[in-house]
């Protein structure tokens, strides 16, 4: 009687020890999860990358992307990297993409998740038309908006005088000076990082972020007046009116009309 006693306070403590353990895994997994899911936002990938979440679904993790960089600047994500395991990605500030003109990464992919059809001019490989990422200028931490002169990214982008491009101003405050400060085309930046890795601030300050995740969209109902192309959108264009209560009757009865507004 003794030793079933026993024997079932030992299971009982078995079953909550295995079940507190299962738990702690639990929150360990969701917690690698949700590290993961934030950490992939923010993540470059090859050139040629389809959207991020069909990249996920179609990329197979074979790595042959990475073996074809002559630069070792793809990288596969490992456990314990916060990215999506097996994924290749780069790190502009550690090792950028320096724009192979062939892009060997891009024809090696077997899945489609990288798509060379859209590094193509004519039918020829363009590895201009990559669009890896944007750069963006932290215009307070930048020693040229300072008045310092620099022009490390401006001469490190293969895109001179294109994607980077030096603008002048005045200085105001000394009267006597000018500022040269970079400013980036985000139609013609290709993402590569070659900016990023040159900048001489401690921390960048230009830095390579996703294109989805920082650049704004107008919609489609604006339209630039002076663009040829953009107007090629009024020929599929649809109206549609909206009648409210107020809207029936002529805007100088709108105005005209006091209800409400002399009541106690």
Same mark, same amino acid.
């Given at each position: 009687m003794i030793n079933k006693t026993t024997n079932e306070r030992r299971e009982f403590f078995l079953t909550i020890?295995?079940?507190?353990g299962l738990a702690a895994l639990g929150g360990l997994i969701w917690s690698a999860y949700v590290d993961e899911a934030t950490a992939n936002?923010?993540?470059?990938r090859p050139p040629g990358a389809?959207?991020?979440e069909d990249f996920l679904s179609t990329c197979i993790k074979c790595g042959m992307c990475v073996e074809a960089c002559p630069y070792d600047t793809l990288m596969l994500a490992k456990a314990g990297d916060n990215k999506p395991i097996g994924t290749p990605y780069f790190t502009p500030r550690e090792t950028p993409c320096y724009m192979c003109p062939d892009i060997p990464c891009?024809?090696?992919?077997? =899945?489609g998740a990288l798509d060379i059809t859209k590094l193509k001019t004519n039918n020829i490989l363009d590895i201009n038309k990559a669009q890896m990422g944007v750069a963006i200028?932290? =215009?307070k931490n930048c020693i040229a908006?300072?008045?310092i002169q620099c022009d490390a990214c401006y001469r490190a982008c293969p895109l001179l005088d294109v994607a980077i491009k030096l603008e002048y101003s005045k200085n105001e405050r000394t009267g006597k000076h000018?500022?040269?400060t970079p400013v980036v085309d985000s139609d013609a930046c290709t993402g590569c990082g070659l900016c990023e890795r040159a900048c001489v601030t401690d921390k960048a300050s230009i830095t390579v972020l996703p294109r989805d995740l920082i650049l704004g969209k107008a919609g489609d109902h604006y339209l630039k007046g002076w663009d040829k192309a953009d107007e090629k959108k009024l020929e599929t264009a649809t109206a549609e009116t909206t009648t409210t209560k107020i809207s029936k009757d002529s805007a100088i009865d709108s105005l005209n009309n006091m209800e409400g507004l002399l009541d106690d």
């Open positions: 020890a295995r079940a507190t936002k923010l993540l470059l389809i959207k991020e891009v024809p090696v992919c077997p =899945s200028v932290d =215009s908006y300072w008045g000018a500022f040269l």
